[in-house]
């Protein structure tokens, strides 16, 4: 099974976040608290990271570097959700070793198109949406 690791510090988008990928079939661990974050992605092994980027206790950019330094998770994809960024941020935010950016709020079709590009949901849920 796929599996996603979500670290989102409002409980609203964590729970539309889990909620959209557990229909379409994926695993999710989700982790409200970024100091766990790190922690959290050595246990689950995942497939993808959704990581917000404006976190109350560490930047969602700080612990973007600190998974990257771990030779598992180097190539593991992070794709990073945020809000009001402007370009050059979002230029920034791709630099720092994530995959790809999504806006908050998301737009759904968008956000299923860029997951299933870095982790194809499981095939009895493709087959039913």
Known sequence: ????????DNEMNMRLFSDLL???GYRVAECLDATKAVALVRKEKPDLILMDI???????LTLIERIRRLPAFRKTPIVAISAF????????????????YLSKPID?????KTIAGFAPPPARAAAKG
């Open 1 to 8: 099974m796929v599996k996603i690791v979500i670290v989102e």
């Open 22 to 24: 557990q229909v379409r």
């Open 54 to 60: 404006q976190l109350p206790e560490i930047s969602g």
């Open 85 to 100: 960024v402007m370009p050059a941020e979002e230029r920034a935010i791709l630099n720092s070793g994530c995959d790809a």
């Open 108 to 112: 759904i079709p968008t956000f299923f």
